[in-house]
């Protein structure tokens, strides 16, 4: 439409441009001694519209002309950009394809042509970090220093979690405190923190960074459960030199995380080592609250106490829902032979072997089996436990 009115009015110019000229009288007269010039006055607008045009080419050509050099330098920073960005690709693609030393070049060349110099030195790198050049590397990282421009985030992750590829986790976790110190902490930094914690051992602090991760649906459930399992059995381990420390940590734990049948179990190996049968039978019963767990209900008949009886009283129960558990079936044998109920204990333990022969029952049999003089039998339970041992 723009093109169609263009044609009708150049078209109407004409047309009036003929019209003047076939109607129009007049002329200019142009009297410079000695010369007297006179010229129609369509010829004279003619002259004037074609000097015009004349000295406006003269002017855009001159402008032309001295504009050339930065033309020129224009076109050539847009070719070194595009051979840049080209450099860049091609390291990012080298870098995906496990080509890590044609990456280190191609970031290098883009580098040098002047493409994203941070990005690029920190792509650099971590190819060098791939293929275990730390000088290198550690070479790269100073450049990324240098480069940073008063943002050094991508660095300092880039830095840290390198670091952390190496074991040095100290280190990260200097630079980590100083990412976290500049500003608010990030998903991708906190999960670095959670590993630079693990990997220092610090699993107090590990553990409140994974509920910070966890707040944030940052984690998946499943890889959260193994590291608090991780974490909470570390940290029983270096309390488990007494039992009044162990319980109190163990009282300080959610009790959503006790539930947890292996974390449980955890807890009533080192409660059972210490002595202390409060603590297994607590520890087992909150557990055992939340969903039935055979390995559980095995540990329950552990470690000699006062409430033995109310503890049998518990597992008879448990037996009535889960008649055929060789292992809760042990533990009752465990716990009548507590309460010296011999031919209950000898019931239960062999009932638990019938099922499922194991070397505890037949340990617990031959020791039942002394305890009322049948050695003969008992030396038979002793030598069946050793074969199972041996096998």
Sequence with gaps: MRGLAWVIAIFSLAVLAALIAHYSEGYVLVIAPPWRIEVSLVMAAAILAAAFLLL?????????????????????????????????????????????????????????????????????????????DPERRDEWLKRAE???????????????????????????????????????????????????????????????????????????????????????????????????????????VPASEQRDPRLAAAAARHFIQLGDAGGVR???????EAGWNAELAGYYGECAGDDALARLERAEAWLKAHPREPELLRALGKLCMAERLWGKAQSYLEASLSLQPSRAAYLELAKLLEQIGRNDEANVSYRRAAEMENS
Excluded: C
């Design 56 to 132: 406006h080419f003269l002017l855009r050509l001159i402008g032309g002309v001295m504009d050339l050099p930065k033309q020129v330098q224009a076109f050539r920073s847009r070719k070194q950009t595009e051979k840049g960005r080209a450099a860049m690709g091609e390291a990012l693609l080298a870098y995906l394809e496990g080509r890590y030393g044609h990456a280190e070049k191609a970031a290098a060349r883009a580098i040098e042509l002047g493409e994203a110099p941070l990005q690029n030195a920190l792509i650099a790198a971590s190819a060098a970090h791939r293929v275990r």
């Design 146 to 252: 240098s480069l940073e421009g008063g943002n050094p985030t991508a660095r300092m992750m880039s830095a840290a979690e390198l670091l952390l590829d190496d074991g040095r986790h100290a280190e990260a976790l200097q630079l980590l405190d100083r990412l976290h110190a500049s500003g608010p902490r990030h998903i991708a930094a906190l999960r670095l923190t959670l590993r630079a914690q693990q990997q220092g051992g610090r699993w107090d602090e590990s553990l409140r960074v994974l509920r910070q991760l966890e707040k944030r649906n940052a984690i998946p459930e499943s890889q959260a459960a193994l590291y608090k399992l991780k974490a909470h059995q570390e940290l029983m381990r270096s309390r488990a030199h007494d039992a009044a420390t162990l319980s109190g940590y163990w009282d300080q």
């Design 282 to 288: 607590r520890t087992i019963e909150h557990a055992l």
